[in-house]
């Protein structure tokens, strides 16, 4: 339900095999805070082979991104249809830190950014969740 409100684009990439594992190109244009992240984690996180490029790239991709903004908004998405990680405060200052964690370090974060959170992308599954009320029932505006 909720990758269905909250995460649209990648939902229906997920449903439909003919992708042929393009799936971040299609998320580029999403205007929905979940699908940005989907989008900016799969295009910019690193494969760790080769450590001095791959985390120095992935850091000047992810720093040069709209993550935190997208984050927030996806967080809202969540919160409005009643899922809470926590307070959104807790949940701005968590990703204001992991964020900063991977942006300040100097040449390059030695760690991928991966390790750093645990984030559901299109291509596994999401946790069954409980949810609260759903305060926009089938509006799936970004906005909401």
Not at 82 to 90: A, D, W
């Amino acid at each position: 339900y909720l990758l269905q409100m909250c995460s649209p684009d990648s939902y229906g990439v997920m449903l439909n095999s003919s992708y042929d594992g393009q799936i971040f190109p299609h998320l580029a244009l999403s205007s929905f805070p979940c699908d940005q992240i989907d989008y900016i984690l799969g295009s910019c996180m690193a494969n760790a082979t080769n450590p001095a490029v791959d985390f120095a790239a992935e850091q000047q991709c992810l720093c040069g991104s709209n993550l935190v903004d997208a984050w927030n908004g996806c967080q809202a998405c969540w919160r409005a249809r009643g899922f809470r990680l926590s307070n959104e405060t807790e949940e701005k200052s968590y990703i204001s830190s992991i964020f900063s964690a991977e942006c300040t370090p100097s040449p390059y974060p030695t760690v991928p950014f991966g390790n750093l959170l645990n984030i559901t992308t299109p291509t596994t599954t999401a946790p069954r969740l409980t949810l609260a009320e759903d305060k926009f029932p089938n509006q799936t505006a970004a906005s909401n």
